[in-house]
């Protein structure tokens, strides 16, 4: 128990973020307040800038500080090509691992009824107008290969081929039951260079 209860309350804060402990909180808020103060209070500016700013593509639902991303807005970018990924942790995965240069659709988790995920959650209302603009021929269903990721993709499947855009299926490669923002950066580029249909 600590004699400070704003120290307490910054050691429960820091127990917010994925992996870190009683512990690990404790650690990082006595370096902080021994060594990198200055750094804390940059640290703290930055991220409550950061929560206050950073929203959601109205195009992608990627993380962006303005209405449409980067990514979205670049007239460099494919319009015809369309990855859809469960989360933007995916979506830098494969930015840096492989040479794709269409464009991208974020669903911020997968179809998992369970979690009361479904189609609304994940703005697939939002998905199956963009493929009603008639631009994308091809949606690269880039989900991750657990049970929920594999349900998704089939339900992805289904409305790009309602929508007569051929749906393709990152290859095999990535382990399953593994999460993309954990596989190596080949294996990664081997699986998604190698996509194939869906039939």
């Known amino acids: 128990m600590s004699s400070s209860?704003?120290?307490?309350?910054?050691?429960?804060a820091l127990r917010c973020l994925p992996g870190v402990g009683g512990k690990s909180a404790q650690r990082m808020a006595f370096h902080l307040l021994e060594r990198e103060r200055e750094r804390g209070l940059k640290l703290a500016s930055v991220l409550q800038q950061a929560m206050q700013k950073i929203g959601h593509c109205t195009r992608?639902?990627?993380f962006s500080e303005t209405t449409v991303c980067a990514?979205?807005?670049s007239s460099s970018r494919d319009r015809h090509v369309l990855c859809v990924v469960?989360?933007?942790t995916d979506l830098a995965a494969i930015e840096?691992?492989?040479?794709?240069r269409g464009q991208y659709?974020?669903?911020?988790g997968r179809l998992s009824p369970l979690d009361g995920l479904g189609p609304e959650e994940l703005g697939l209302g939002l998905l199956t107008e963009r493929l009603a603009e008639g631009e994308v021929e091809e949606l690269i269903l880039a989900t991750n290969p657990t049970v929920e990721g594999e349900a998704t993709a089939h339900y992805l499947a289904q409305l790009a081929r309602a929508a007569g855009i051929r749906p393709t299926r990152l290859a095999h490669g990535v382990p399953l039951g593994g999460e993309l923002e954990y596989v190596d950066r080949g294996t990664l580029a081997h699986a998604f260079g190698s996509r194939q249909s869906i039939d």
């Open 86 to 88: 469960e989360s933007p």
């Open 96 to 100: 840096q691992a492989t040479g794709y």
């Open 5 to 12: 209860p704003l120290l307490t309350e910054l050691i429960e």
């Open 71 to 73: 990514i979205c807005a």
């Open 60 to 62: 992608c639902r990627n």
């Open 105 to 108: 659709f974020v669903l911020m």
